[in-house]
Nanobody, 124 residues
Framework: QVQLVESGGGLVQAGGSLRLSCTAS????????VGWFRQAPGKEREFVAA????????RSADSVKGRFTISRDNRKNTVYLQMNSLKPEDTAAYYC?????????????????WGQGTQVTVSS
């Protein structure tokens, strides 16, 4: 099993920044693809960004391109989501997900491990 813990959420004004962290523990192995998803109240969960096991390949949703950056530090078993120029529509619960595979995965059904989520609220 792989356990994921997100941190770094909070309340921020529009235009501000936050950095989310997702730390993995347990039987992570040497290959772990990670993605970030978010779910706003009354809406379906949506893809935000993903990174491959090595950190060299990333994917992001059009709605966050140029504002959010995903990265990882495998020595710390941690993936980061740097969020800049935040907008009120970015308000959501943010979840990280992982699976023992190599690629940067955009499809949430392909992830077997999920964190509990961290709330991000952007005020206007």
């Amino acid at each position: 099993q792989v356990q994921l813990v997100e941190s770094g959420g909070g309340l921020v004004q529009a235009g501000g920044s936050l950095r989310l962290s997702c730390t993995a523990s347990g039987r992570t192995g040497s290959v772990l693809a990670v993605g970030w998803f978010r779910q706003a109240p009354g809406k379906e969960r949506e893809f935000v960004a993903a990174i491959d096991w090595s950190g060299t390949v990333t994917r992001s949703a059009d709605s966050v391109k140029g504002r959010f950056t995903i990265s990882r530090d495998n020595r710390k078993n941690t993936v980061y989501l740097q969020m800049n120029s935040l907008k009120p529509e970015d308000t959501a619960a943010y979840y990280c997900a992982a699976d023992r595979t190599v690629g940067a995965i955009m499809e949430e059904t392909l992830y077997n491990y999920w964190g509990q989520g961290t709330q991000v609220t952007v005020s206007s």
